[in-house]
C-alpha cells in the first residue's frame, strides 16, 4: 500500500473540521475508554490499518487494555467487557453498517439504558466521526506509519 497524498496539506479546512467534531466529543463527556473502544470496532469492521493501530495503541495509553484491544472483535463472547460497553460496541456495529438493518429497537432500548438522549448522540456523533476518519484514511491510501 502507499499513501495517495497528505489528506491534510491537501485541504486544511476539511482537516479542520473532524478536528471539531473530536472536540465536541472530547467536551461531551463521553469516557475516552468507551470512545477508544469504539475507534477500534468500527475501525476493524471498515478495514482501516491506520486508524486501528493508531487507537489500540491510545488505549493502552490510558491503562492495561491488551486483553481488551485483542478480544474487541469478539465482545459477545468474553466477559471482559462491561454490559455497558457491550451496548455502545453493538450500537458501534449497526450505525456503521447502517444500510443492513438499521438500528434495531431492542439495540436502542439497550443503549438508552445507560444513556439519556444528549448521550445517544454523542455516541452516534462519536460512531460517525470515527466511520468519517477510516474513510478518509482507506480513500488516501493511509497505512500505520505512512506519515513517519
Not at 489500540?56 to 460497553?85: Q, Y
Amino acid at each position: 500500500m502507499s499513501l495517495r497524498f497528505n489528506y491534510r496539506a491537501a485541504n486544511e479546512p476539511a482537516y479542520q473540521a473532524m478536528r471539531a467534531m473530536e472536540a465536541h466529543i472530547s467536551q461531551s463527556g463521553v469516557d475516552k475508554v468507551l470512545y477508544e473502544l469504539i475507534k477500534i470496532r468500527v475501525s476493524q469492521i471498515n478495514g482501516c490499518s491506520f486508524c486501528l493501530d493508531m487507537h489500540a495503541k491510545d488505549l493502552m495509553k490510558l491503562g492495561d487494555h491488551a486483553d481488551r484491544i485483542l478480544l474487541i472483535g469478539l465482545w459477545r463472547e468474553v466477559p471482559i467487557f462491561t454490559d455497558k460497553e457491550k451496548a455502545v460496541l453493538e450500537l458501534a456495529e449497526h450505525v456503521t453498517n447502517i444500510s443492513q438493518v438499521g438500528v434495531p429497537q431492542p439495540v436502542y432500548e439497550n443503549v438508552r439504558a445507560y444513556f439519556d438522549e444528549k448521550e445517544y448522540i454523542d455516541l452516534i456523533v462519536s460512531i460517525n466521526t470515527i466511520n468519517s476518519w477510516n474513510r478518509i484514511a482507506i480513500a488516501t491510501g493511509m497505512f500505520p506509519g505512512c506519515f513517519s
